[in-house]
């Protein structure tokens, strides 16, 4: 009896040991989880920080100095750039360590080792769309180059020195929760990183989606439904501009064509193709400005997460003093200012993304044809390790123009990032190629005059961008930068056929030819992700860009602008008025019969015609437009570009408003699934109805809750989606088609004003805080400035003596 | 005398070893010290209870309980100034639950190897 109660206890006790020590599921290993003296409690900061700290680092050549300021951004001043690159990489990883290594196994697909099995598809997505095939291809071109390379390490070493300085109860929580370790970084980490940026903003593509358009309406549909250049534009360059070059000869489209008879595959669900990632800025002239001085404004807007997407910082030496944002795990500035220029930038929409068409000579797969003989590809073996099971292996074969995504039959039923990727294409994506990106913002951040500003871009390859400028010289200028390959009008709309050399990329458009302005006789420069150029540009960039309304409105606030301040950019960023409204609500408002109304409808009517066309928190009109605009086009297109054998994708918001305006009789207002003739009235009254009878069914009869912030429900999520690490309910106002572009969880990652002078003014905010840390005060301290559309002054230290009485801390770092 | 002598050992151990050394040291101590199954399991769970919610507060009150307040979140509980309480007590009851089954353990092993007078 005395035996079995031991047994029976002792069995108890070490089952609880054990239970309490795994990972069950998401639930974290509890004991360890909870245990005060290594679990989650070791990750409560207190609200007082740390006092003045001396810090040794092994490897550190001289001295640097860290100064926080009161929201404990970091003010780093070095003797040498490479002490000051690694206390760049030390900062940071000691304030987001975790949200670097999370990404970094996102983007390499690695995933599935911390997760488990769930991330699976995820991770040969990654990995078969060649991230890390493109990540090493940087590495290899930044070991080229010494400055790079010194940076590159000396980052790296800080981090490392950082991770090596844990004791397990130091790890950030994220750590604890998913129960597994940080591992020492790589300078192929950080290219990863700049990899991501490239998928996020360049990784698009719509190539299926066209070629299967084109084969069941014909080429007239496609020219008509889907043209090279919109109804309505505003360029980022100017339509004065000259072209004061002489351009190279673009190659010839391949007489053959073979779009129209390219296969497709089936299976697959359409995705709608989500707008959102963009971005503004701008520059003014001194002429403008009340201070005579330009000034330069910059929002890049990305999918919000927590913690921030962004890490504020200023780095100082003995070559350079600049301050903004970096990208957490990166060196160097991505977007700032140093006391001579300014700089911001938007994404440029160009086709830098393609598919080709692979025939294998077997089911080996060795062999592939291209230009009328067998190829060998090349194979790529990765091996996918995967917490809680074994590993798998997958093989990717490579041609000449870049990985088979997937084979033929290989694509998961049911992941959605997929849907856009045909099967059995080689995909040949900018990303791929060995680039040395990281010298542009080198050079930017050292950057004293314009022609440093051009000097640095020459090195820029991907994910284009809009490089908005401006020096204390009164110098303001704006270059869509990036490699972009030389193609004939059309290239790559469709799928390719991928035998035929006619068909690769045949080198790029001149750097020095890549659209750009200086001082424009208008005195600002401006974008908003819109086309760059207007036709008469020589080269083709892509078909389609972001539509116009934001740079159209952003640029006809900044004409009648004058006396600028910093209050007057602010109102710019902030501006929830809807260009989409102002040109179609008297269209629909006029259309609507409002006899066939219910009580509710009417009532709503009214206030949609009294609306001011402000996307507003407190909007009601808002709210019921905003579902209108969205279901009369589904009601639209629907019934003709949602076909689930052959996945296709609507036209675009520019030609359905063109349509809706000039083309009263247009055939494809009929739904061809009814055996009646519906009219455009027809489906503008039916969409408005649809309108207001969902948001009675969501919310009851009107009442505040039909208001706009609330009916968008901003917030922002964790990174790993952990509920309680996001933010709660963010009640601001801004649509995809204002310059404040905010919706649901997308907008503003950082709003940034720089006033350049003698006495220098920055402003800056983004969601989030400095730290990573979920249990810190400084987690999410300024997204209540931002959600007010209110910006923080930056503190920009002039040099290494200058002191100020925000810093509320200093640590001294030296050698060991 | 057991509570303190658990309560003192895994203060003065978890400053260095892993969580699970509670349980060989409240085992170890019951089979010591423990004079019955009651006093083995209680004085094992009230020492670590203890401890684990003192050391939970000297972290969490300077944090004015914010993390706290967020793992309640993430453990489904709504939002909440009061998240905090409750999971510092599940902290205490997981601590106090392995030692004191460590310790009644620990007592019963002592019982069934040594057969001590007082059963």
């Not at chain 1, 995933?111 to 598809?121: C, D, F, H, Q, W």
């Not at chain 1, 800080?158 to 370790?181: C, Q």
């Not at chain 1, 064509?257 to 800025?281: A, F, H, M, P, Q």
Request: charged share 20%.
């Amino acid at each position: 009896m005395n035996f079995f109660k031991a047994g029976i206890t002792l069995l108890i006790a070490l089952t609880l040991v054990i239970v309490l020590n795994l990972k069950l599921g998401d639930i974290p290993p509890l004991g360890k989880f909870l245990d005060p003296f290594h679990g989650f409690w070791n990750n409560a900061e207190s609200r007082k920080v740390d006092k003045n700290k001396d810090l040794t680092f092994a490897g550190f050549k001289g001295n640097a100095e860290i100064r926080f300021d009161e929201q404990m951004i970091p003010h780093i001043i070095a003797d040498n750039n490479y002490d000051l690159y690694y206390a760049q990489g030390y900062m940071t990883a000691k304030d987001r360590l975790w949200q670097m290594d999370f990404q970094t196994r996102f983007a390499s697909g690695r995933l599935s080792e911390v997760v488990g099995k769930k991330a699976i598809e995820l991770d040969k997505y990654q990995r078969r769309m060649g991230m890390m095939f493109g990540a090493e291809r940087m590495v290899e071109e930044m070991k080229k180059d010494n400055q790079i390379e010194e940076t590159m390490d000396a980052y790296t070493a800080g981090v490392n020195a950082y991770i090596h300085s844990l004791k397990p109860e130091d790890y950030p929580i994220e750590f604890k929760l998913l129960n597994y370790k940080p591992e020492d970084w790589k300078p192929v980490n950080s290219a990863l990183l700049l990899k991501l940026m490239s998928a996020t903003l360049a990784g698009g593509s719509n190539e299926f989606y066209m070629t299967n358009i084109l084969n069941k309406y014909g080429p007239d549909v496609v020219k008509d439904l889907f043209p090279d250049y919109p109804y309505r534009e505003d360029p980022i360059i100017p339509s004065t501009t000259k072209w004061d070059f002489k351009p190279v000869e673009v190659p010839k489209p391949s007489a053959d064509l073979e779009v129209k008879g390219e296969k497709t595959s089936y299976n697959i669900r359409t995705k709608v193709l989500k707008e959102g990632i963009g971005s503004n800025n701008w520059a003014l002239a001194g002429a403008k400005t009340a201070s005579g001085m330009p000034m330069l404004a910059n929002d890049p807007h990305l999918d919000l997460t927590l913690p921030a997407i962004w890490y504020q910082i200023q780095l100082i030496s003995n070559d350079m003093n600049v301050c903004g944002v970096s990208i957490p795990g990166a060196p160097g500035v991505i977007i700032g200012f140093n006391e001579r220029v300014a700089w911001g930038v938007t994404n440029v929409g160009a086709d830098v993304l393609d598919w080709y068409s692979v025939k294998f000579k077997d089911q080996t797969k060795k062999q592939y044809w291209y230009d009328n003989k067998w190829n060998p590809t090349k194979l790529r073996i990765e091996n996918i390790a995967i917490a809680g099971a074994d590993a798998v292996l997958d093989t990717v074969y490579y041609t000449h123009q870049g990985p088979v995504v997937y084979l033929n039959e290989q694509k998961p039923g049911s992941f959605a990032k997929a849907d856009n990727i045909p099967e059995g294409y080689a995909l040949r994506w900018i990303a791929h190629d060995a680039s040395n990106d990281t010298r542009t913002f080198y050079m930017l951040n050292r950057a004293k005059n314009y022609s440093d500003y051009r000097e640095a871009l020459k090195y820029y390859a991907a994910p284009a961008q809009n490089f908005a400028f401006a020096s204390i010289d009164d110098d303001i200028a704006i270059t869509p930068s990036g490699y972009f390959p030389l193609k004939w009008n059309d290239h790559g709309k469709f799928l390719m056929d991928g035998s035929n050399p006619a068909n690769d990329w045949k080198g790029r458009i001149p750097v020095e030819q890549n659209p750009t302005v200086k001082n424009p006789p208008r005195n600002f420069v401006s974008s908003a992700n819109q086309f760059s150029t207007d036709p008469t540009y020589p080269y083709y960039l892509n078909w389609e860009f972001a539509g116009y309304e934001r740079g159209h409105r952003i640029n006809n606030r900044l004409t009648v602008m004058s006396q600028a301040n910093v209050d007057s950019l602010q109102s710019l960023q902030n501006d929830n008025y809807s260009m989409l409204a102002e040109n179609i609500l008297p269209l629909l408002i006029s259309s609507v019969d409002t006899k066939g109304l219910n009580a509710s409808q009417q009532e709503s009517f009214g206030i949609l015609k009294k609306w001011n066309k402000f996307f507003n928190a407190n909007e009601i009109g808002a709210s019921i437009f905003e579902i209108w605009q969205k279901e009369l086009g589904n009601e639209i297109w629907r019934d003709e570009f949602a076909d689930e054998k052959s996945p296709m994708r609507f036209p675009s918001r520019d030609r359905t408003v063109e349509m809706l305006l000039n083309e009263p009789k247009a055939k494809w207002y009929d739904n061809v699934n009814t055996s009646k003739k519906e009219t455009r009235e027809d489906l503008i009254l039916s969409s408005y109805k649809y309108s207001v009878d969902s948001l009675e069914k969501r919310f009851g009869p009107m009442n505040k809750d039909w208001q706009w912030g609330n009916v968008k429900h901003t917030h922002i999520p964790h990174l790993a989606k952990v509920a309680g690490f996001g933010s709660g309910f963010i009640n601001n106002g801004g649509s995809k088609t204002s310059v404040n572009a905010m919706s649901e969880s997308n907008g503003p990652s950082w709003r940034m004003i720089v006033a350049l002078g003698k006495n220098m003014k920055a402003y800056g905010v983004y969601p989030g805080g400095e730290s990573g840390n979920p249990g810190s005060f400084y987690y999410d301290d300024m997204i209540g400035t931002w959600g007010n559309g209110k910006l923080n002054e930056l503190l920009y230290l002039k040099s290494k003596s200058d002191n100020s009485d925000r810093i509320i801390s200093t640590w001294k770092l030296s050698g060991k | 005398m057991l509570f303190l002598f658990i309560f003192i050992a895994c203060l003065v151990f978890q400053l260095v070893l892993p969580w699970w050394i509670i349980c060989p040291i409240a085992m170890g101590l019951a089979f010591w010290k423990a004079k019955t199954a009651g006093n083995a399991f209680f004085s094992g769970f009230a020492a670590v209870f203890l401890l684990w919610v003192i050391v939970g507060l000297f972290h969490s009150i300077p944090n004015e309980n914010l993390l706290a307040n967020r793992i309640g979140q993430l453990f489904t509980l709504p939002e909440s100034q009061f998240n905090w309480v409750i999971i510092l007590i599940v902290t205490g009851i997981i601590g106090g639950l392995v030692a004191g089954f460590s310790a009644l353990a620990g007592f019963y092993l002592r019982i069934a190897f040594l057969k001590p007078a007082r059963v």
